[in-house]
């Protein structure tokens, strides 16, 4: 029987020769330069501009892109196809595609002023380009907060303990920002004081778990699973509508920073105990011996079409596992949040680079996790495999430390929420740099309203608790899949055009490849899902009445998003290699610096 440590060296062979060869030579390809000003210091303005130290911003960069996706997906293609498809996508996927997504967004936001991929991508193919960019982006925002809330309130309802601990770290984390920017007291001393209270927080969150209703019991706002999650759903889109109208100094930056220390501790924690528990205790018999053999108790392949028999592992796969190996929304992190807070150049290789790899070992470790826990359940539960799945195999490998699983599996609940909490916060504000960008200087109420940072929150919040509460989970997650892998497929598209504008002795393969690639499993994924999976199995094979009135309503608009999905990326991909072909043939503007093109 395979053993879950050779899953582990597989991804931490390849993703190792990544960051030391490949990473190294697009840093150099883009010319980072420690000694060209970056946005944060040119632009600092105490708000959103605020130069962060590198251990600080990874912490931000790398709690904002981990939600719960990289958990969800990889365990949901497990089930479907096994963990040998799951873990190639994972290991080979991730540095040649998804950890280049994220570096040259990055990098290319660094040179247009700290400014997102949809301002970018407008300097080069026009307007037009740009609008539709930046609404697909705030689209895309808005089923982000919803996802990301439902799972919160799924994991606060599932381990009321982590919603204690959740409480308490948000509060110190409140704390360590007035300690570092108001009172401007030392750093390290004050890292080690804060951490330890987080970690405190997690024995305090055991001891006093919060629930909002009992079991059992009723509430007032629409229903969705039960009454617990239903009250814990808008508590935390207002929280995180609060949170993304502070100063990034106050809450985000420390928070982040705090949190990371969980967040590294769990993913690291998980890594190190499986090979800990393979190696010292079940081969060389060396206490504490883990509870059971951490070993593959899954099959390693079901087949092309998978366990249900009508899923092809082509094109679905790929968007199944999502952001374990590559994220549209990591580019709105990237050119939206980081790049504002960057303090030199050199450290977006560790931040872009590598904080998707370490999306890539979250990865890895949900699936080790589904492996080692071995449940045979129905794939198409999604949320409802996943959560149980991830603790309890998180908690298996926690005992190989000698840490009992009644608080090992608790501790990785924590962990999920630590990621998803950040990531949730940090997309309302992006949500509202995506719209500052869409309007630009505000010339009506309306317009003004929409920017503002309190009303734009709840313009992302109101559609995100309506997603949630009329629709099921499987819609919510098949529209954030669709639409988030097709993001990272136009983020690459922008930093080819960007790299054709810069110099016409640029390569274009390290981005145009996998942008190629994303472009054909998204559109192909998606026509999968307007054809086949509503409109053949629901209307032409399926009776139409079976659905009722929200079922058809729900089918025709999961339809015409996929279409309308296909049309956007497929314009822009046109527009992108119109520019490129009229730069590379002598009738453009090239940016000699990596920035804006001079037209004059």
């Known amino acids: 029987m395979v053993q879950a440590l050779w899953l582990v060296i597989a991804v931490l ?20 330069d420690d000694a060209r000003e970056t946005p944060a210091h040119k632009y600092e303005d105490g708000q959103e501009y605020v130069p962060a130290k590198k251990p600080v911003l990874l912490g931000h960069h790398y709690s904002s892109i981990a939600g719960g996706a990289p958990i969800v997906g990889p365990i949901t293609a497990g ?4 963990w040998v498809p799951a ?7 991730n540095p040649l595609m998804g950890s280049v997504h994220d570096f040259v967004s990055l990098s290319s936001s660094l040179r247009h002023e700290g400014k997102s991929i949809g301002y970018i991508i407008g300097e080069y193919v026009g307007e037009k380009g740009k609008s539709m960019l930046l609404w697909f982006a705030f689209l895309t925002i808005i089923l982000v907060v919803a996802v ?12 009321p303990s982590a919603a204690t601990a959740s409480l308490i770290y948000i509060g110190l984390a409140f704390l360590f920002g007035i300690y570092l920017y108001q009172l401007d007291l030392p750093f390290i001393p004050g890292t080690a004081v804060f951490v330890t209270g987080v970690f405190a927080g997690v024995w305090v969150g055991i001891q006093y778990p919060l629930v909002l209703v009992p079991e059992g019991g009723s509430i007032f706002l629409p229903t969705v699973i039960n009454a617990n999650v239903s009250a814990w759903i808008p508590v935390v889109i207002i929280y995180a509508a609060l949170a993304s109208a502070l100063p990034v100094w106050m809450l985000l930056q420390p928070r982040d920073y705090l949190s990371s220390f969980l967040l590294y501790a769990g993913v690291g924690g998980a890594l190190l105990a499986i090979i800990v528990g393979t190696v010292g205790g079940m081969w060389l018999g060396i206490t504490p011996i883990p509870t059971q ?32 190996t590559i994220s549209g929304f990591h580019s709105l992190v990237s050119s939206g949040t980081t790049a504002k807070q960057l303090d030199k150049e050199s450290d977006a290789r560790t931040i872009g680079y590598g904080g998707m790899l370490g999306e890539g070992l979250l990865a890895t470790v949900a699936l080790s996790a589904l492996a080692v826990a071995g449940a045979s359940l129905d794939p198409a539960g999604g949320i409802g495999v996943a959560l149980p799945n991830f603790a309890t195999g998180g908690g298996i490998f926690l005992t190989s430390f000698g840490i009992p699983q009644s608080f090992g599996a608790p501790f990785m609940a924590l962990v999920l ?3 998803l909490l950040t990531s949730t916060d940090t997309a309302v504000r992006l949500g509202r740099y995506m719209m500052e960008e869409i309007v630009g200087t505000p010339e009506s109420s309306a317009e003004s309203f929409a920017v503002n940072r309190y009303a734009n929150a709840a313009v992302q919040g109101v559609p ?15 529209l954030f899949g669709g639409a988030n892998q097709l993001l990272a497929a136009l983020a690459l598209l922008t930093a080819t055009v960007w790299l054709a504008n810069w110099d016409d002795s640029k390569q274009l393969i390290s981005t145009g490849v996998p942008m190629a690639i994303m472009v054909t499993i998204t559109t192909l994924g998606l026509a999968w899902l307007a054809f086949y999976s509503n409109l053949y199995t629901k209307f032409i094979q399926g009776n139409p009445a079976d659905l009722g009135t929200f079922g058809i309503l729900s089918a025709i608009v999961q339809i015409m998003l996929a279409l309308t999905l296909i049309f956007l990326a497929l314009s822009l991909v046109k527009m992108g290699y119109d520019n490129i072909q009229n730069v590379r043939g002598g009738t453009g503007a090239l940016a000699t610096d990596g920035g804006t093109p001079d037209d004059d």
């Not at 873990?87 to 996927?93: D, E, M, P, S, T």
């Open 79 to 82: 089930i479907l196809w096994g």
């Open 417 to 419: 929420v630590s990621f």
């Open 13 to 32: 062979a390849l993703f190792s020769a990544g960051y030391l060869g490949y990473s190294r030579y697009l840093s150099r390809f883009v010319e980072l």
């Open 464 to 478: 995100a608790y309506i997603l949630i509460t009329s629709g099921s989970w499987v819609t919510l997650w098949q």
């Open 293 to 324: 053999p951490l070993a593959v108790n899954i099959p390693a392949f079901n087949g092309f079409w998978g366990v249900t028999g009508t899923a092809p592992l082509f094109p679905l796969l790929f968007i199944t596992i999502a952001c374990g």
């Open 148 to 159: 990301f809330a439902l799972v919160v309130a799924i994991v606060f309802d599932a381990f």
């Open 87 to 93: 873990l190639l996508w994972i290991a080979i996927g």
